[in-house]
């Protein structure tokens, strides 16, 4: 599919090697990549004066983990063959991805400011079609799992070594379709596959608990035959030591279960279930942009 | 009378041939197997064959993740668990992305007979129909199955096969070749054009044989090829013969019929009649005696095509 030219990366795949992603970053550097991504989303939700900050907010430790640490990717040609896939099924958390992306080199940073704009290729939630490194259309809940299901699948006959990482909301699992794909997902063994659950215990309407429980959610993973990993995720550590546990599990899937705040990192987004779905205005632009200096 | 065979019967036996000759072909299901005839495939490679269980939904998903990944999935089970149940994965999952997902349903429309209201689809080709980018297919025999089959595995995209669940006649010789959008003339004529799909096809060459002792000479088309429809072919009969009957095992609602009459209305207006199920449910019964129940037989297109030459004569 051909991409519209300003989205394509910065330097192409045929002038220059591209080279497998990898950072040296230590923990002390990843919390600063992870202060200006969030800073990046609230910038981008603010200008674009839509979008969904809470639920980016609260997955930026998963992706930086995931970009920065663990999946072997290469910016300059995302359709490696071999490259391990993310998915992600949350779409409305495109803001995250797309502050990843670009400080991966996916696409220039500057494209950020063009999130849900008229021709733009950040569309409000993900579009495959679009966004070099996207690789599910995504924002109508409860569907990648079981993409990420056939992607696996697609590796094993392909005797190809790529991992899956799925990444969906908590709210998202009141989807029926995501316990069909747990269901299916330990039925066929899929080893490769991870899903990371964003565990930030809010969803538009409010508490989990009390708009839809999901409780005993650790108990329901690992009843349809999950290997069920806890972890704090803004820990980019924690997470790091998660998928590498994961990869050593055999004969079934891992959901790595992380626990997180919405609006995570911004006072008064932290918690609020009015920034799901609401961007911030120019003043709470400002205020936000101060906390996370 | 012509030999009947299984169109789903078609469809198994051709994966088998295509699973041999392409690695990619894999196949999935959702518990009806049997009634599919993907059992014929999953016998034969086991490791490409993934059963998902009652759950449509997921079977779907999995689909567009194994063709994002190469790979040319053929994911079945009946007609109306499909784009009825799947509307919105198919929708984000399939169509929207353009992933090469092959569809291929069968006990599509009310000739599924005595299972009755719940599993007659007489929705789905609207649905699937709405969907951009999608092909959508609908066989008259297990001879031009064949081919839709090996049609649209070649074909990169979305693809939808409808198939019913009867044996049906042979309405083509071995030497048939579909071609992919194209509708094919099956009989020739002047005075009014029926254009069918599936098993209605047998039922418009057999009104237009009737038709013929009372001197109306029709042209018969099979628009096996819904989508993209020919609209060359539907200009070329409406300019020549005036009058357009369509016959289909649908709703009158935005199949078959409501296709062929956005073009008509654009390229060429001229009298039309639509044979096919009127914003109603069906219920159970025997497949023939539903058809007729319905009016959805040779006597029913007949009278649609005197009809509709009355009105072009009304000008």
Known sequence: MALPEKCKPSTSAKSVKAEVFSSSASVAEMEAIAKRLRRHIITMTGKAGSGHPGGSLSAVEILIALYFKVIRHKPQDPHWPERDRFILSKGHAAPALYATLAECGYFPV????????MDSCLQGHTDCTLTPGV??????????LSFAIGVALAGRLNLKDYRVYVLLGDGECDEGQVWEAAMSAAHFKVDNLVAIVDNNGQQIDGWNRDVMNLDPFPAKWQAFGWQVIEVDGHSVPQLTQAFDKAKLVKGQPTVII????KGKGVSFMENNPYFHGTAPTAEEVKLALKELA | MAEEFYLRQAYGETLVELGKENPDIVVLDADLSRSTRTILFADKFPERFFNCGIAEQNMVGIAAG?????????ASTFAVFVPGRCFDQIRMSIAQPKLNVKLVVTHGGISVGEDGTSHQSIEDLALIGSLPGFTVIVPADAIETVQAVRAVAAHLGPCYIRLCRPKLPLVYEQSYRFKLGKAVTMKRGGDATIIAIGLMVKA??????????????CRVLNMSTLKPIDEAAITKAAAETGAIVTAEEHLEHGGLGSAVARVVAKHRPVPMELVAIKDTYAKSGKAAELLERYGLT????????????????LK
Request: no cysteine.
């Open chain 2, 298 to 313: 040779a006597k029913d297109i007949g009278r649609a095509v005197k009809s509709a030459i009355k009105r072009k004569q």
């Open chain 1, 110 to 117: 500057d494209e950020l400011a063009t999130l849900r704009r």
């Open chain 2, 204 to 217: 418009a060459l057999e009104a237009a044989q009737n038709l013929k002792r009372e001197g109306i000479d």
């Open chain 1, 135 to 144: 690789e599910m259309s995504a924002g109508a809940l409860g569907q990648g």
């Open chain 2, 66 to 74: 194994l063709a994002a990944s190469g790979k040319i999935p053929f």
């Open chain 1, 258 to 261: 992380a626990h997180t705040v």
